[in-house]
């Protein structure tokens, strides 16, 4: 019942950086926790980054910590996830994710769509 819509995917090359934005509903938005998560063909989805309700609290995947950011803003209703120096293994269609509680790697209730990241070597 929760709409996510992310945005800022698209084709970029080895090295370069892109911002993924994920709007959320204002009514209800300043009360999640907050996910990123990333998918290729024929692998599970990975976790990648969360944010709670305050962004008091952050986790970032240890496979791009060095490289990626997740913040929030709470009156624009809107996640961000800032991802610097993208490798061509980090092709993936990104998702994000909340859940009504403290943010987690897994167990999230509402799922947006999703937008394709495309890094070209």
């Known amino acids: 019942q929760v709409q996510l819509v992310e945005s800022g995917g698209g084709l970029v090359q080895a090295g370069a950086s892109l911002r993924l934005s994920c709007v959320g509903s204002r009514r209800t938005f300043s009360r999640n926790a907050m996910g990123w998560f990333r998918q290729s063909p024929g692998k599970e989805r990975e976790f990648v980054a969360a944010?709670?309700?305050?962004?008091?609290?952050?986790y970032i995947a240890a496979s791009v910590k060095e490289r990626f950011t997740i913040s929030r803003d709470n009156g624009k209703a809107t996640v961000y996830l800032q991802m610097n120096r993208l490798k061509p293994e980090g092709r993936a269609i990104y998702s994000c994710?909340?859940?009504?509680?403290?943010?987690?790697?897994?167990?999230?209730?509402?799922w947006g769509r999703g937008t394709q990241v495309t890094v070209s070597a």
């Open positions: 944010i709670s309700a305050e962004s008091d609290s952050t």
């Open positions: 994710a909340s859940r009504d509680g403290s943010p987690r790697r897994d167990l999230y209730e509402y």
